[in-house]
């Protein structure tokens, strides 16, 4: 598709004009090459160690995109990590927006930190480029979780908040399912601890000293599965832990080191701000899908939840205030990361809350976490900025209609649209057929009663009660 039917979309239009003057330069840096010859970008570390990226098109419109990156991941946060959020998102840059992204002062778990992170970037840009007309925060995956909690704290600050795939169902059920994963993982692995190793609680990842790497989880991970490896490399023993993991688990091999990150090094991470008290239970937790469903329920490790854990964890990353400013959520239905169901969460507190008449979620179909489309981005943030603007709430439908118009132009001498277009038409409702429940599902079983007109086909797991 060519950029000027792309731009056809822009959030508002572009005003003729130059890049601010800076009242204190950071230094420059390359753009990514999509935005080269239209923005000019600079980088600062803050005395926090945050490093921040920021992005000035030359023919700037006035708003600001501020945003909360994905993750967290066990590495040091460096000047060049954001420089992928920024390709990835580059299209909002093109739409005319300015754009800044801190990495958050430490790569690791922690929601109410990196939101202040993420605050302090919007101040920097503030206090070196210029006030901007508009400033909208922008949270992908545990950035949405990031994000959500930041307009909790800082909402005077921002008109709106755009989440793509976010992490919006808070980390006690959101990340149940990884601690399910961890204790599958451990029965058929064993090696996560390995039985000569230290032993420790399965639901804190690792011990607070461990200097395990994630390359070194990962070789663990593929010793047990061959998951790295293709299907014919893997031993028969191999392909029987494998397949037990998943079907169990519900998710693709694709994300089975993912998972397993984030259920390794975050959990460490939750165990320092639980002070080594259980969010997590599976006392009650019944596993369904493997080829021994009754030997894996009598030798799983078990573990129970402590209150304490569990008002600690969610202090630092459960939303839990109305939305006070407009919110536009977009996830796909197949997500294999993040589930979908964790926007039920988010859509259950803005009723619960009064403030459902705030908060916009529409639907696509990506097989893949985070791969929503140039037309569905700029649809979406085409919607919520004539929202901010007009007070007019957009709906499922007209941001589908306003994608499907992004991508009717047609690639010069194509004859074929160049970007694919799938917002899903659909209401939670009419997809529950296509959902083959997991414990990477049932984790949000709290919010099972958006499936309104069909059960999951099948339960891999099942609890009594969900803390």
């Known amino acids: 598709m060519r950029l000027s039917q792309c731009l056809s979309l822009a959030l508002v239009a572009l005003a003729a004009g130059s890049e601010p003057v800076l009242a204190q330069p950071p230094d420059t840096v390359t753009c990514p090459e999509s935005i080269a010859a239209i923005a000019t970008c600079y980088t600062a570390k803050l005395d926090t160690g945050a490093y921040l990226l920021a992005a000035v098109p030359r023919d700037w419109n006035g708003s600001l995109i501020v945003f909360a990156h994905g993750g967290p ?11 992928g959020s920024l390709r990835r998102y580059g299209l909002e840059v093109k739409l005319g927006n300015a754009w ?42 545990y950035g949405g979780l990031v994000g959500a909690m930041l307009i909790e704290r800082y909402g005077k600050n921002y ?60 070789a663990r991970v593929d010793e047990c599965t061959g998951v790295t490896k293709p299907a014919a490399a893997r031993t028969e023993l191999q ?8 079907a169990v688990g519900g998710f693709r091999d694709i994300v089975l080191i993912r998972h ?149 132009g047609t690639s010069e001498g194509s004859g074929t649209p160049s970007m694919s277009t799938r917002i899903a038409r659909v209401r939670f409702s009419t997809y529950a057929t296509t959902v083959t429940s997991s414990f990477f599902l049932t984790s949000f079983s709290r919010g099972a009663s958006v499936f309104t007109t069909m059960a999951p086909r099948r339960t891999a797991i099942s609890r009594t009660s969900l803390h």
């Open 260 to 408: 397993m990150q984030y259920g390794t090094f975050n959990f460490r991470d939750i165990a320092g701000i639980t002070h080594g008290k259980s969010p997590f239970s599976n006392v009650k937790s019944v596993y369904r899908g493997s080829d021994d469903d009754a030997a894996l329920n009598r030798g799983v490790t078990r573990f129970d939840s402590d209150p304490a854990g569990i008002a600690a964890l969610k202090a630092d990353a459960e939303p839990k205030a109305a939305l006070s400013i407009p919110v536009m959520a977009i996830h796909s239905i197949n997500d294999p990361q993040v589930s979908v169901n964790a926007e039920a969460f988010y859509r259950d507190l803005a009723s619960a809350t009064g403030s459902s008449a705030r908060l916009v979620q529409a639907y696509t179909d990506e097989n893949e976490h985070t791969a929503q489309s140039a037309p569905e981005i700029a649809a979406a943030l085409d919607g919520l900025m004539q929202w901010i603007e007009t007070g007019t709430r957009p709906s499922p439908k007209s941001v589908a209609a306003a994608c499907a118009r992004a991508n009717a």
């Open 100 to 141: 800044i992204a801190s990495t958050y002062r430490n790569l690791g778990f922690g929601v109410q930190q990196s939101a202040d992170d993420t605050d302090q970037a919007r101040q920097y840009f503030v206090d070196h480029f210029s006030r901007p007309k508009r400033t909208i925060v922008h949270g992908a995956s």
């Open 239 to 246: 392909k029987k832990n494998l397949a037990n993991i998943l």
């Open 73 to 83: 991941g066990p590495i040091p946060p460096t000047a060049t990590y954001s420089v």
């Open 159 to 218: 008109d709106g908040a755009f989440f793509n795939s976010g992490m919006l169902a808070g980390a006690v059920v959101g990340y149940q399912f990884r601690a399910d994963l961890r204790a599958v993982y451990q029965y058929y692995c064993k090696n996560l601890p390995r039985p000569g190793e230290t032993q420790y609680p399965i639901w804190r990842g690792l011990p607070a000293d461990s200097k395990m790497t994630l390359d070194e989880l990962t």
